[in-house]
């Protein structure tokens, strides 16, 4: 039996300390807040296949196999309901991106279909404005609620022996003899067998001092609550040039996202106040959405609120447990659409710290891949 400490109470480090826990080791689950206080907690829980980066498309289509399933296997409610992912075009040349993606993502296998023309749109989704010209369209895509998955896999896990420690703040990973020895803490060191590093954006500042550099940015979304309103969208929506994003969630209530931005605040002492949009980006976040889904423009807005996204220069999360620490896996930088995947890279996360062949290939996650010049971050295609 491995004593194995996971910094961060996300969804993969909640999914990696279950693991874990089942297979008899352990484990010790620190979180410097409360469980899903980050990214896992403010998305919109989206558990999507179609438009994915080829490398992680097979991590998202093993993911969509468990959601069904997972809410027996943990004990706890996830929310989770599969009414597919609709990406929606605005004009011409979206559209023709669109039917791109489409054609490319059948190649590789995923069940995709182009709805061409705002009637075919209205057929699978009747909610959206005359404006709409395309749309992708995943039925097996779906969502989740973010914060009770993320606590079933937390809870899960407890319930097996593990130890869950909110309000605990990581602050060094300690080596002995060149290798991982365990993590000192706001509440004194804990020694391990293995580490998990599972702290999203702030995963960088603890690799540091171990000679390791994962290049992120801190980057903003902005989240918008409507009060509840009569069901009438089924699907987690986007759009093609990812600048908002939404669903219904099950209450009525809408909740809508936007593109990121670069954060330029304070990223250790960060508050709820200081992340919240401001009058004037609500309502710019609320006339893109009612640009294509008319009902937006006139339902009361609830709450609004802001999340923090660890963007690599790809795209694409570093789930690696570098050869220069042994005992230590590194499993962040999701650029904010991990939490479908969250079931998969936990597991992965879970293998690795156990020195076993991992379920799925990882070579396009590997932190190597950043030892070149730091390449310029890429468009996001969609998050969540």
Request: aromatic share 6%; charged share 15%.
């Given at each position: 039996?491995k004593?194995i400490?996971?910094?961060?109470?996300?969804?993969t480090g909640?999914?990696?300390a279950?693991?874990?826990?089942?297979?008899?080791?352990?484990?010790?689950l620190?979180e410097a807040?409360?469980?899903a206080a980050m990214?896992?907690g403010?998305t919109?829980?989206?558990?999507?296949q179609s438009?994915?980066?080829?490398?992680?498309?097979?991590?998202a289509?093993?993911?969509v196999?468990?959601?069904?399933?997972?809410a027996d296997?943990?004990?706890f409610?996830?929310?989770?309901?599969?009414?597919g992912n609709?990406?929606?075009?605005?004009n011409?040349s979206?559209a023709?991106?669109m039917?791109?993606l489409v054609?490319?993502?059948r190649m590789?296998?995923?069940d995709?279909?182009?709805?061409?023309?705002?009637a075919?749109?209205?057929?699978?989704?009747?909610?959206?404005?005359?404006?709409v010209?395309?749309?992708?369209?995943?039925?097996?895509?779906?969502?989740?609620?973010a914060?009770?998955?993320?606590?079933?896999?937390a809870?899960?896990a407890?319930a097996?022996?593990?130890?869950?420690l909110?309000?605990?703040?990581?602050k060094a990973?300690v080596?002995r003899n060149?290798?991982?020895s365990?993590?000192?803490?706001?509440?004194?060191?804990?020694?391990?067998d293995a580490?998990?590093?599972?702290?999203?954006i702030?995963?960088?500042?603890?690799?540091?001092p171990?000679?390791?550099?994962l290049?992120?940015d801190?980057?903003?979304?902005q989240?918008v609550?409507?009060?509840p309103v009569?069901?009438?969208?089924e699907?987690v929506?986007?759009?093609?040039n990812a600048?908002?994003?939404?669903r219904?969630e099950p209450s009525?209530?809408?909740?809508?996202t936007?593109g990121?931005?670069?954060?330029?605040?304070?990223t250790?002492?960060?508050?709820?106040?200081?992340?919240?949009?401001s009058?004037?980006?609500?309502?710019?976040l609320?006339?893109?959405?009612?640009?294509v889904?008319?009902?937006?423009?006139?339902?009361p807005?609830a709450?609004s609120?802001g999340?923090?996204?660890?963007a690599?220069?790809?795209?694409?999360?570093v789930?690696?447990?570098?050869g220069?620490?042994?005992?230590?896996?590194?499993?962040a930088g999701?650029?904010?659409h991990?939490?479908?995947?969250g079931p998969?890279?936990?597991?992965?996360a879970?293998?690795?710290?156990?020195n076993?062949p991992p379920?799925?290939?990882?070579?396009?996650?590997?932190?190597?891949r950043?030892?070149?010049?730091?390449?310029?971050?890429?468009?996001l295609?969609l998050?969540?």
């Amino acid at each position: 039996m491995k004593t194995i400490i996971v910094i961060g109470g996300g969804i993969t480090g909640c999914a990696a300390a279950w693991h874990l826990a089942l297979s008899g080791h352990r484990v010790r689950l620190l979180e410097a807040r409360r469980i899903a206080a980050m990214a896992s907690g403010w998305t919109l829980g989206g558990v999507r296949q179609s438009g994915r980066h080829p490398a992680e498309l097979p991590l998202a289509r093993a993911a969509v196999k468990l959601w069904p399933r997972l809410a027996d296997q943990l004990g706890f409610e996830t929310g989770y309901h599969q009414r597919g992912n609709i990406r929606l075009a605005r004009n011409l040349s979206e559209a023709a991106a669109m039917r791109e993606l489409v054609s490319h993502q059948r190649m590789l296998g995923l069940d995709l279909e182009f709805l061409d023309g705002n009637a075919a749109v209205r057929g699978v989704a009747p909610a959206v404005s005359d404006g709409v010209t395309a749309a992708s369209f995943c039925p097996s895509d779906g969502f989740a609620d973010a914060v009770a998955a993320t606590t079933a896999f937390a809870h899960a896990a407890q319930a097996l022996g593990a130890e869950l420690l909110e309000d605990v703040t990581a602050k060094a990973i300690v080596l002995r003899n060149g290798r991982t020895s365990g993590v000192e803490t706001s509440a004194g060191f804990l020694a391990a067998d293995a580490v998990i590093l599972a702290a999203g954006i702030h995963s960088p500042a603890l690799l540091r001092p171990l000679g390791l550099d994962l290049p992120i940015d801190v980057t903003l979304v902005q989240v918008v609550q409507t009060e509840p309103v009569a069901r009438c969208f089924e699907q987690v929506f986007g759009v093609a040039n990812a600048d908002c994003a939404g669903r219904q969630e099950p209450s009525g209530r809408f909740r809508f996202t936007s593109g990121i931005e670069l954060f330029g605040g304070d990223t250790e002492y960060w508050t709820e106040a200081s992340l919240a949009p401001s009058a004037a980006s609500i309502a710019t976040l609320r006339a893109r959405v009612a640009a294509v889904l008319p009902i937006a423009a006139a339902t009361p807005i609830a709450r609004s609120w802001g999340g923090l996204i660890d963007a690599t220069p790809d795209h694409l999360p570093v789930i690696d447990a570098p050869g220069e620490v042994p005992g230590l896996v590194i499993a962040a930088g999701f650029s904010g659409h991990g939490f479908g995947i969250g079931p998969i890279s936990g597991r992965l996360a879970s293998e690795l710290a156990l020195n076993d062949p991992p379920s799925f290939s990882l070579h396009d996650f590997r932190l190597a891949r950043f030892a070149a010049a730091r390449q310029p971050v890429m468009p996001l295609s969609l998050h969540g």
